[in-house]
């Protein structure tokens, strides 16, 4: 009998060290969560891959986030998607909105919205520039840009953990999320579409952070 409660006892520490492990100390319950976790924890760099699209946006993705020294919101669309990318462009519309707000009250606009799409064939920028005209982007605050290469697009959804699966009509299936970036071009935190005001208020508080902390 004491042999087993023993037993029991051990394999119940086991199992508790083990979920421990598995849920960050049981912060997190879902592979997401323990993604967006580690991502605040340790950002991730972005590889480096070229990029073009609407507003002169072309060159490497890292020196697009640098410019002008400020952060960045990003989210994954395509162009022909009538599901979630929907959700997001109404989304960033509404960042837009407070981003205009901020400029119009004479604050520092700090913040800028990237539209990436993962159809690189098919978006080129012709077809960006008609969808930002039909979102009522801001091209001073809101810029779409596709990844022309292929593997370099792979290499750059695998890295931030953006899946994104055809499901054989043309389509596409894909998670959605508000990504942040700082100027050097690494992904700070990752955010789901509804907290977009937290996504903001994050942004704004870094990129204040980094003027303050700027020779």
């Known amino acids: ?61 890292r020196a697009l986030l640098a410019q002008g020294g400020g952060v960045t919101i990003a989210d994954f669309i395509y162009t022909r998607c009538q599901t979630v990318c929907l959700s997001l462009g109404s989304s960033f519309q509404q960042l837009q909105a407070q981003l205009r707000a ?28 008609a969808y930002a005209r039909g979102q009522g982007a801001d091209p ?21 953990g953006v899946v994104v699966v055809p499901n054989g009509r043309g389509d596409y299936e894909h998670n959605a999320a508000l990504l942040v970036f700082d100027a050097q071009g690494r992904m700070l935190r990752v955010f789901d579409m509804e907290q977009q005001q937290l996504a903001l208020d994050y942004a704004r508080h870094k990129a204040g952070a980094a003027l303050e902390a700027a020779p």
């Open 140 to 160: 001073s605050l809101w810029r779409f840009v596709r990844v022309p290469d292929e593997a370099q697009q792979q290499a750059l959804l695998l890295r931030l």
């Open 1 to 61: 009998m004491l042999r087993t409660a023993v037993l029991g006892v051990g394999l119940l520490c086991c199992g508790y060290g083990a979920l421990a492990w598995l849920t960050h100390d049981f912060q997190v319950w879902t592979q997401e969560d323990a993604r967006r976790l580690e991502v605040a924890l340790t950002p991730v760099a972005l590889p480096s891959v070229a990029v073009d699209g609407t507003g002169g946006a072309a060159g490497d993705l």
């Open 102 to 129: 901020d400029r119009e009250g004479a604050k520092p606009v700090r913040v800028r919205l990237l539209s990436i799409s993962f159809d690189g064939q098919r978006d080129d920028p012709q077809a960006l520039a």
